[in-house]
């Protein structure tokens, strides 16, 4: 045993997918080495089969539908390919540990968190009950949770997501395992906590000593915690190196077009002035949900997601709408909408209050101000062929339908869809595919307005980019008006002219995009900008003929 | 989670104040329902006499209040049911309660031991044929569930009595207990239990079958789930997965089942104790159907409605207990 | 060189050529269409086979199977040919289960989607009424409904249907729930789609393949009724059932069983089939995702 036996070798692994999916090997010939003290960062995009590789370390594959067919995996030199399932039971959760990305899931919802805690160190090690406690406490103490007895004795649902994920980290490094594979544990989580989370896993690993494979598709986290980086694409490796030599001197073509694709953190210049006339402006908009408490009692609890929210949107800008969860910035763009009734304010278009009109006069009005939805899966009917999906709204006000149809042809032309789609249902498409169909669809009704709740947050990066371009594109071609509402500051960054920054349901500072990051004046404003994984990193400017 | 009393009292009342308006609706609408049959009880009375005069039967409708308009029969009858006083069985010649009363015991027991058959079996069946998906022993363990789901209580039933009671002798074709018997303690109850088998085994095979269908999908979606992975990866091994953490939550929609199927279990006791000449509610039942004994009809499905509220109380606490996202309050 | 996000996927084949192809991975879906198709072709040819009375005197009574050509499985204690009162017992349960089910799916859909879609005060009505429903054992019920309207076939029909309504009901209000809150019907409010619109185009067609699957479910529920009320004598008495049939076999059970097995084995394959096809529906209509 010497420092430099790495802790994990893999050499040419092949994992086999089953017949009939759409290519005949998850991963062909992974390479990869792990020494200890060291975080390498496997990145991908959705379907690269990254998460994969994890499971055939953990020798958790969904066997035999999925399957190593060739290759070795050398754990601290040892082959696990060839072990047992016994000895494979032992040395998963002592030796080798996992963190999930969904930390709502990933916890038993009928255990309390000791239990679970409890679990690992009952499985693996003879100490007596009292000893496990108190090393379960020191374990949640080390992960900063606040009050560890209480935490204890919560049950997952009790505690917040952060601190789930935290609980999840604490159970992977309770036995000081070697080896921690880190499958996404950041992306489910807002940014504030993200970076909390980054530096966490950080801190217990240098004291610790362990190698870490962190998972992720975000160059940003990347650039925040990787030692070595490892691109996968389609099941190959691309590129592998020093952190810094692939974020900052991409090799091959695909990171080339992965990092160019990342948006970087410098806002174009304010080029609307602010002259231009006003089309839709809220003001003193307020928002209560009548919560249910649990599901047979019947207490109410209010939750305040909007309180006292006042904008201006004028022509042809974007203004973007800024929060991490529970910041209400969803509520704006249902409010404006009217999909959600609201219980003050107004919001005036046209000089008319549409909050104000009744069900008849607001469908009227509807044909002026057009929404772009997150999920692009679940925001489009999934009954309906595409073209009848663009040219319900003209149809629906009177348009007639031959003429609709034939709009909606050329529609998907200028969202740079094939017209021959027409015809198709929607699971034939791609996520990306599907939201520039919910663009022609906003587009149809020729509006005034459009607003668009994160359009791209459910898109890979290389097809977020190419989304937000044609959205940018759009909008100086057809001189839109975008009410922007996103998490990600880098999309606001890249799209937004000005910017409203949201916390628990106020406005705590808005502005030009460029002067609101580069001198925020509010604490949260500031503290969200610092938390953005790899802010001190600017993505090499890249050109390339994809992205 | 503390479960201390308070919270499940205030709860009861709670349901108690809901069940009241559903159970008056039900029992308003079977009023006024059988009013609309042709005849009524002195019909039925009369009929069973071979015919009488016209003056004695317009006295009979007095005394019984049966000329009065329906809205004033229907709040007498209301009036009385609020003291729980389900009136009079002119085929028993007894109060009604009294008749319930006598036939719950045999009702409740055969429920008891059927439910609880089909809800071990099923769920011990359904997790075993989750755990061996697409192998032999789950399709051996799910074509039976089919067949028993297909198979008619009372076909079963008369199955059971050829084999049993009339090829093999084995068990005694029908009623509570041996006539003229005359057992006295444990003789008594193995008396009674040799009775209930047959009832029990033909009730509870098609609920059985549900149960475990319902428990092999749910065990087979939970070994899905992401906490499963988490305790695999934390070096579980496969019996415990099963039993703290796909058991655990896989129970949960298996007991709502139970919860909604009672009556239609309660309903089901109709036939076999029909059979099975068991004097239970459900022959009642069909007895006061087919003598048009309305009040007594009234007074079953107003004893069962009872029994179904609650029971779907007890499953639901069960429930809440169960599962520690929720709380009663 | 990363692929372009417009590149379409290969077209894929129209949707009942789909539907198909996965149903037909199920092979005992397949059985129990097949099984299906023999009930059928019994109940269409029922008048063929047999063109006569079912219930008349057909030979002499307690004729044993296989003894005699006119009647092939045997006769009951009146003489009646079983087998002929197979054929038209096919007619009387399939009748009974489309027409049954579609009343209940009928009146389960139209309360299920008015409370789901709307909630509120409409939900809290609509549910009390079917709690009221379902607190009431639906074979009590169904007894009780007989006992107020009569024996005749259309009345039973119409009975079980209305025992049958309230587990459709819950399941598209479930579904309706669920379907409302999704983001195609926010979508379609946004375009100036009127409720009912959203309600009957935009929801319906979403929720119609659990309602499908449970139809399957139902006609089979409503033939056990149907066999049951039949058996307890409660029947229709102009119409050859298989219930009443086991009901008539029970008495002569120690000497001729086969009086109750034949039409018995009828009712378990009638309804075995209905559950089989149902579970092919199911992965036919919801593919759960693959792994």
Redesign the interface.
């Known amino acids: 045993m010497t420092e430099t036996t790495p802790v994990l070798q893999i050499s040419g692994l092949k994992i086999a997918l089953p017949k009939g999916s759409d290519r005949p090997y998850a991963l062909e010939g992974l390479d990869l080495e792990i020494n200890p003290g060291e975080i390498v960062c496997l990145v991908g995009e959705s379907g690269s089969g990254k998460s994969l590789s994890a499971g055939a370390i ?1 020798r ?1 594959l ?1 066997e035999p ?2 399957h190593v067919a060739e290759g070795s995996i050398k754990f601290r030199g040892e082959e696990i390919v060839a072990k047992s399932e016994t000895e494979m ?6 030796d080798i ?2 963190i ?1 990305q ?1 930390p709502m ?8 968190v000791g239990w679970q805690l409890d ?2 160190l009952r ?2 090690t003879k100490m007596s009950r009292k000893e496990r406690r108190a090393r379960a406490i020191e374990m949640l103490e080390r992960v900063h949770l606040p009050d560890p007895p209480s935490a204890y004795n919560a ?1 997952p ?1 009790q505690i917040s997501g952060g601190q789930r994920q935290r609980v ?1 980290i604490a ?1 992977a490094l309770s036995l000081s395992p070697k080896l921690i594979i880190a499958d996404e544990p950041t992306t489910a989580l807002d940014v504030t906590t993200q970076l909390q989370i980054l530096k966490l896993i950080r801190e217990l690993q240098e004291q610790e000593g362990a190698g870490v494979l962190f998972i992720t598709h975000d160059f940003g986290v990347v650039a925040e915690i990787a030692d070595k980086v490892a691109v996968l694409r389609k099941g190959i490796l691309v590129e592998q190196g020093p952190a810094s030599e692939v974020l900052n001197n991409p090799q091959h ?2 990171t080339r ?2 990092i160019g ?1 990342v948006p970087a953190l410098t806002p174009p210049p304010l080029k609307v002035p602010s002259t231009a006339p006003v089309v839709l402006k809220g003001t003193g908009l307020k928002k209560t949900f009548a919560a249910r ?7 109410r609890k209010a939750v305040t997601a909007v309180k006292d929210l006042t904008f201006e949107l004028r022509q042809g800008e974007t203004l973007g709408v800024v929060g991490e969860s529970g910041s209400g910035k969803t509520t704006v763009s ?1 409010i404006v ?1 009217r ?1 959600l009734e609201c219980d003050a304010g107004k919001v005036e278009m046209d000089g008319k209050d549409l909050l104000a009109l009744s069900p008849r006069e607001m ?2 009005m ?2 002026h101000i ?2 772009v ?3 692009p899966m ?6 309906k062929r595409v073209v009848d999906l663009i040219a ?2 003209p149809i ?2 009177g348009a007639d339908p031959a003429k609709a149809r034939a709009d909606a042809r050329r529609l998907l032309e200028l969202v ?3 017209p ?2 027409a015809s ?2 929607p699971h ?3 996520g ?2 599907r939201q ?1 169909i ?1 663009i022609a ?1 906003a587009l149809a ?1 020729e509006p005034k307005v459009i607003v668009a709740d994160e359009p791209v947050s459910a898109l890979d990066v ?2 977020q980019a ?2 937000l371009k044609l959205l940018a594109d759009l909008r100086d071609r057809l001189n839109l008006s975008l009410l922007f509402v996103t998490h990600d500051l880098r999309v606001a960054a890249q799209l937004c002219d000005r910017i409203i920054v949201m916390q628990k349901g106020e406005i705590v500072e808005s502005g030009p995009t460029a002067e609101v990051f580069a001198n925020p004046q509010h604490a949260y404003t500031q503290k969200l900008l610092s938390s953005i994984p790899g802010r001190d990193w600017t993505p090499p400017v890249i050109r ?4 | ?1 503390s479960f201390g009393l308070p919270p499940v009292f205030a ?1 009861a009342l ?1 349901r108690l104040l809901q069940a009241v308006p559903v159970i008056i609706l039900i029992m308003v609408a079977t009023f006024l329902l059988l009013k609309l049959a042709p005849g009524d009880t002195v019909d039925a009375l009369v009929g069973d006499m071979g015919g009488a005069d016209a003056a004695y039967i317009a006295r009979m409708r007095a005394e019984y209040g049966l000329d009065q308009p329906v809205w004033v029969q229907l709040w007498r009858y209301m009036a009385k049911l609020a003291t729980f006083d389900l009136g009079w069985s002119f085929v028993y010649e007894q109060p009604v309660s009294v008749v319930l009363m006598d036939r719950l015991g045999t009702t409740l027991m055969l429920m008891a031991a059927s439910l609880s058959l089909a809800f071990t079996l099923g769920i011990a069946l359904g997790a075993i044929a989750a755990r061996k998906a697409y192998s032999l022993t789950d399709n051996l363990i799910s074509t039976l569930g089919l067949v028993f789901y297909a198979t008619p209580s009372f076909f079963l039933s008369l199955l059971f009595i050829y084999l049993f009671s009339v090829k093999l002798g084995w068990l005694p074709v029908g009623g509570i207990k041996t006539i003229a018997g005359f057992y006295t303690g444990w003789d008594h109850v193995v008396d009674v239990a040799l009775h209930l088998i047959m009832p029990t085994a033909a009730l509870s095979l098609i609920y059985l079958s549900f149960y475990m269908r319902l428990m092999r999908a749910t065990v087979l979606e939970v070994a899905d ?3 499963v ?9 496969e019996f ?1 997965l099963m039993i ?2 796909i058991m ?2 896989a129970l949960l929609p298996v007991i709502t089942l139970l919860g909604l199927q009672f009556s239609t279990v309660l309903g089901g006791s109709v036939v076999v104790e029909t059979i099975f000449t068991l004097p239970g509610l459900g022959q009642l039942a069909s007895q006061s159907v087919v003598q048009r004994d309305m009040n007594t009809l009234m007074g079953i499905i107003f004893l069962c409605s009872i029994i179904v509220v609650v029971v779907n109380f007890l499953t ?1 606490v069960l429930y ?1 207990r ?8 | ?6 590149d ?2 290969p ?2 084949p129209p ?1 009942l050529i789909v539907f198909w192809r996965r149903y037909k991975r199920n092979r005992a879906a397949l059985l129990g269409l097949a099984l299906f198709v023999i009930v059928l072709l019994m109940a269409l040819t029922a008048g063929i086979v047999d063109p006569g009375d079912p219930l008349r005197r057909a030979g002499a009574p307690l004729t044993p199977p296989l003894t005699d050509w006119a009647t092939p499985l045997g006769t009951d204690q009146l003489g009646r040919d079983i087998f002929s009162g197979i054929f038209y017992g096919a007619r009387i349960s399939l009748m009974i289960g489309v027409v049954a089910t579609l009343v209940a799916i009928g009146i389960g859909v139209l309360i299920g989607a008015l409370a789901g879609y709307f909630g509120g005060w409409v939900d809290d009505v609509l549910m009390r009424v079917t709690e009221a429903f379902q607190t009431i054992p639906n074979f009590v019920l169904l007894l009780t409904l007989v006992a107020i309207m009569g024996s005749k076939i259309e009345w039973i029909t119409l009975a079980i249907g209305i025992v049958s309504w309230t587990a459709p009901a819950r399941m598209v209000r479930a579904e309706f729930m669920s379907l409302r809150g ?3 019907v ?9 409720n009912a619109s959203i309600i009957f185009r ?1 929801i319906l ?2 929720a119609l393949p659990p309602i499908v699957v449970y139809a399957s479910v139902l006609m089979a529920l409503s033939i056990l009724l149907e066999s049951a009320l039949a058996f307890l004598g409660l029947g229709d008495p102009n119409y050859a059932s298989w219930g009443n049939m086991i009901g008539q076999g029970r008495s002569v059970l120690r000497t001729a069983a086969y009086c109750a097995v034949f039409p018995g084995i009828a009712i378990v394959l009638t309804v075995l089939s209905f559950s089989l096809v149902g579970e092919g529906l199911n992965d036919a209509l919801n593919p759960r995702q693959k ?1």
């Open positions: 953990m958790l969904p539908h999925v039971r032992q040395i998963r959760g002592r540990a996992m999930f969904e899931t990933a916890l038993n919802p009928q255990k309390t679990e690992v499985l693996h049950y649902h999840m159970m073509a695909y077009a992965l694709a408490g649990g599901m047979l009692s019947g207490k249902r909408t999909l469908r009227e509807r044909k057009q929404m939805f997150q999920d679940a925001s489009l009917n999934p009954r319900q709204g629906v006000h740079e869809l094939s021959a789609s198709r249902f034939e498409f791609s990306g595919q520039r919910g669809r009704l290389s097809v190419q989304v390339t003929d994809a992205a | 989670m709860y709670r789930l992401d906490f992975r988490t305790a695999r990866a934390k070096g579980a091994g415990r703290h953490h655990r939550n639901d809440a169960l599962d520690s996202r929720i709380e009663l309050a | 060189m990363t692929t372009l996000d417009t379409l996927a077209a894929e949707r999704r983001e195609f926010d979508a379609a409010r946004n375009l100036g789609v009127s935009e067609p979403n792994k």
